[in-house]
């Protein structure tokens, strides 16, 4: 079963831009995917508990794009 949760990934553009990500990992714990997260929630609890989860992204390593498989984005197209 894999698992998610926020981080910096840095993109593998020209001005190496930083993007706060859902990133999906694999059985063994190893990031695989990234996509951008959804900003959205049916409470303001349900909001808190999001912008707590990003502000912990930021104490966690920057995750470099171009070491993940692929994208969730590009198998949602």
């Known amino acids: 079963m894999s ?6 990934v840095k993109m593998d553009d020209e001005e190496g ?3 706060l990500a859902e990133v ?7 990031p695989m995917a990234y996509h951008e997260p959804f900003m959205s929630s049916d409470t ?3 909001l808190q508990e999001l912008i707590t989860r990003l ?6 390593p920057v995750i470099d794009a171009a070491t ?3 994208t969730a984005n590009e198998v949602l197209q």
Not at 3 to 8: D, I, S
Not at 55 to 60: I, M, S, T, V, W
């Open 3 to 8: 698992t998610w949760n926020h981080r910096v």
């Open 17 to 19: 831009t930083l993007l």
């Open 24 to 30: 999906i990992y694999d059985e063994d714990g190893k």
């Open 44 to 46: 303001m609890e349900g």
């Open 55 to 60: 502000a912990l992204a930021l104490n966690e």
């Open 68 to 70: 993940l498989q692929w």
